[in-house]
């Protein structure tokens, strides 16, 4: 099992960056696939990007080019920087992590809004 304790969420104007941070402990933390959510409110959770072990990365088209995803297998640390954030940006952000076949866990998310 792995638990998952997110930071780095604040208050920013449009167009400033932020970069958050999910921290990974357990048995072998490093070695999960691990991907970010967020959620507004009202709205559905949305997959805004993922990376595995190896380090190969996804994201959702509404980031790409502004959101980069890496991680410190060492430090078993998950990163978002995110520059560029636009209003509709505002959401909780949520990290996950999985290994095949079913295991799943969650963090508590970190609160990211983004004036214009």
């Known amino acids: 099992q792995v638990r998952l304790a997110e930071s780095g969420g604040g208050s920013v104007q449009a167009g400033r960056s932020l970069r958050l941070t999910c921290a990974a402990f357990?048995?072998?933390?490093?070695?999960?696939?691990m991907s970010w959510y967020r959620q507004a409110p009202g709205k559905e959770r949305e997959f805004v990007g993922g990376?595995?072990?190896?380090?190969?990365?996804t994201y959702a088209d509404s980031v790409k080019g502004r959101f980069t995803i890496s991680r410190d297998n060492a430090k078993a640390t998950l990163y978002l920087q995110m520059n560029g954030l636009k209003p509709e940006d505002t959401a909780m952000y949520s990290c996950?992590?999985?290994?095949?076949?079913?295991?799943?866990?969650w963090g508590q998310g970190t609160q990211v809004t983004v004036s214009s």
């Open positions: 990376t595995d072990s190896a380090g190969s990365t």
């Open positions: 996950k992590a999985t290994k095949w076949p079913l295991y799943t866990a």
């Open positions: 357990g048995y072998n933390a490093w070695s999960y696939d």
